[in-house]
């Protein structure tokens, strides 16, 4: 949600948010302020760049953003020539409890980027799955989204048939977040995923 009145108290020309910012509170905030509203299209790879680009344009900072972006598609394009022709892995990426997303967002397109398959699909539900539906989708890999000193959900495998040779990795949130570090997540969704081919 936006706090509405701190944000007509700054007075800003422009009010910026994310798919998942309320479109309420957003659309009020701006008028509110007298500002102008964007929503960030954070939901691949290629709308992070476009994002950045239009962000560039609102911003008069046209050229910083066309480096920018110029920039971040270059190491993305190094990072995927690096795992072309590797083995697709089966992945369930966990966001915690083992609630998962779509593969067709942000987390889900590294994950194809990096020679990945997510195992969950396109309409994943909002619902928590069971440890043994996982392994039923025929992961390998459970990328949990979490910082490294909260729970994991790697025990929870244990019961399940053939669970023991599920492998979880952890990577930080603040990287599959829409920005700059778009190269650095991929990165470390490829080692995550080819640890003995990306180092």
Known sequence: ???????????PDLVVGTPSTDPLDLALAARESGGI???QPAESVTEVERGA????FLLDRAPEARRLVAGIRREVAEIEARVAGLRIVPVFVDTGFLITVSDRSLPGDLVRRANGRSVAGPNPGPEPFEPCDVMRLEARIVLAVANRNERTPAKEFASCPDGRRLRTEVISPDLVRAGPRIPEALEAVAR???????R
């Open 1 to 11: 949600r936006v706090n509405v009145d701190a944000v007509v108290r700054l007075k």
């Open 37 to 39: 509203s964007y929503v």
């Open 53 to 56: 680009l239009e962000l560039g």
């Open 192 to 198: 995550a995923l080819h640890p003995n081919a990306v």
